[in-house]
């Protein structure tokens, strides 16, 4: 069975430029999320999907930020414009629905560098 | 809010020492508590999880037991080899709806040979 995985693995842009980070997770999974951890802080939840509903996107830090699951199955996170602040890596778990204590499994993440 | 506390790291231990990573955790319920690691070049990985008070999670040699008492749960190894070395990261949540994991900073640990 594949794991979640992520595209791409790095990306540097620059700042005002707009980058698009793209999740796949486990088939048959419905909870989506995803985390951030810039440089020497906590990992930082940022939303959560259930198929292709947002439960929660509580930690999505402005409006610059976009996050969408078109069909319930990959995800992506818009980032436009980007910003300095943004840089960090990105991750994203999946896990099953209708567990008490879901296992969420990561990807690998996408290291963002905003220059 | 919620909160998870871990000891800074980073740790160097040499191949077959004792290790402890302390986590303390503030929560306004009831959560399950879980340690996830990271190693060079990779995604988190589930270490354990323990999902109510006096629960033991292990694996790979690893435990840690969920003290509501002390709002503790510490994860040790008895004898750490040099593919121990990675990040650890201790973190909670609720599951359900409130899924989303509150993770601690994280430590570091190296093992030499």
């Known amino acids: 069975e594949a794991g979640v995985t992520q595209f791409p693995s790095h990306s540097v842009i620059e700042k005002g430029q707009t980058v698009t980070l793209r999740c796949d997770p486990i088939?048959?999974?419905?909870?989506l999320y995803w985390y951030r951890r810039v440089m020497g802080k906590e990992i930082k939840f940022l939303l959560h999907?259930?198929?292709?509903?947002?439960?929660?996107e509580s930690g999505m830090p402005n409006n610059r930020f976009l996050a969408e699951r078109t069909g319930g199955t990959y995800s992506t996170l818009k980032v436009q414009p980007a910003e300095l602040e943004d840089s960090g890596v990105y991750f994203c778990?999946?896990?099953?629905?209708?567990?008490?204590?879901?296992?969420?499994?990561f990807g690998p993440g996408t290291r963002l560098t905003v220059l | 809010g919620d909160s998870v506390t871990q000891m800074e790291g980073p740790v160097t231990l040499s191949e077959e020492a004792f290790l402890t990573i302390n986590c303390t955790y503030t929560?306004?319920?009831?959560?399950?508590l879980f340690w996830y690691v990271q190693y060079p070049g990779e995604g988190l990985q589930l270490l354990l999880k323990a999902t109510k008070a006096d629960d033991k999670g292990s694996n790979k040699g690893f435990e840690a037991t969920y003290r509501k008492e002390t709002t503790s749960f510490h994860l040790e190894k008895g004898s750490v080899q040099v593919s121990d070395s990675a990040v650890y990261f201790c973190a909670l949540n609720y599951g359900g709806s409130q899924g989303n994991l509150i993770f601690g900073k994280g430590t570091k640990l190296s093992v030499k040979p």
């Open positions: 088939s048959g999974h419905d909870n």
């Open positions: 778990a999946s896990s099953q629905v209708g567990q008490l204590t879901d296992t969420q499994y």
């Open positions: 999907f259930v198929k292709e509903s947002k439960q929660d």
């Open positions: 929560a306004t319920g009831y959560p399950s």
